[in-house]
């Protein structure tokens, strides 16, 4: 049992640069969140999924994109990398739909875009 | 709007010693649940304790406690006998529904030996 994984670990991008990370769970978890960390601003809540093919949108979205096509795995894209979106990815889950409970968390991706 | 603040950006604390972190939020809720996260230097975030706002009892966790104050609306996390591992970061976190998570911008502890 992996918990909730996330790749890559780091990255670098060029300013208009796209890339997707990639996050998975083996809990068969119905929610799925990606979160991003800057310093002294805790945890910023892009997009969140509240089961297979649906996502939302949260406090930060504007740059990102994300798909739930399948329910383990939870992808998170950036088309046009902007500096500003430098930061730790954070990508999290919970056990159940209808119910309030305690987030899984992945190891983070730290992101640096020049 | 829920929000949640920690107003202490850092603490220090002597090996051995204990410490209080302080957690306010700000609810028209009256059930929902509050935790604590440690985020170690590895960055992993680390549920430490959890806490129901309908139960009166505060949670405890070993050496980690709360001080769940509901009409205040103050979560404080207290660390007894404090060892060097406990250096973190630690954050407050609220929720009333599931999709929807809110944390506080978090306090550095650090811990001397």
């Known amino acids: 049992n992996a918990g909730v994984t996330q790749t890559p670990k780091f990255r670098v991008l060029k300013t208009g640069q796209s890339m997707t990370l990639l996050c998975a769970q083996d809990?068969?978890?119905?929610?799925m969140y990606w979160y991003r960390q800057d310093p002294g601003m805790g945890l910023r809540l892009i997009h969140y999924?509240?089961?297979?093919?649906?996502?939302a949108k949260g406090e930060v979205p504007d740059g990102y994109n994300v798909s739930r096509l399948k329910k383990q795995n939870f992808l998170l894209g950036l088309e046009s990398a902007a500096p500003s979106q430098t930061s730790v990815y954070f990508c999290?889950?919970?056990?159940?739909?209808?119910?309030?409970?305690?987030?899984?968390f992945g190891p983070g991706t730290r992101l640096t875009v020049l | 709007a829920q929000t949640v603040t920690q107003s202490q950006p850092e603490m220090s604390v002597q090996e051995a010693e204990t410490v209080t972190l302080s957690c306010t939020y700000d609810?028209?809720?009256?059930?929902?649940?509050l935790f604590w996260y440690k985020q170690p230097p590895s960055r992993q975030m680390i549920l430490v304790i959890r806490q129901e706002a309908y139960k009166q009892q505060n949670a405890t966790e070993n050496r980690f406690s709360v001080n769940f104050q509901k009409a205040a609306k103050s979560f404080s996390l207290k660390i007894s006998d404090s060892q060097l591992g406990d250096a973190a970061m630690y954050f407050c976190?609220?929720?009333?529904?599931?999709?929807?998570?809110?944390f506080g911008t978090g306090t550095r502890l650090k811990v001397l030996a």
């Open positions: 999924s509240v089961g297979e093919g649906t996502t």
């Open positions: 976190a609220y929720t009333r529904k599931a999709y929807k998570y809110i």
């Open positions: 809990m068969n978890h119905e929610y």
């Open positions: 609810t028209s809720e009256s059930d929902y649940y």
């Open positions: 999290a889950s919970v056990r159940t739909s209808g119910s309030t409970d305690t987030q899984y």
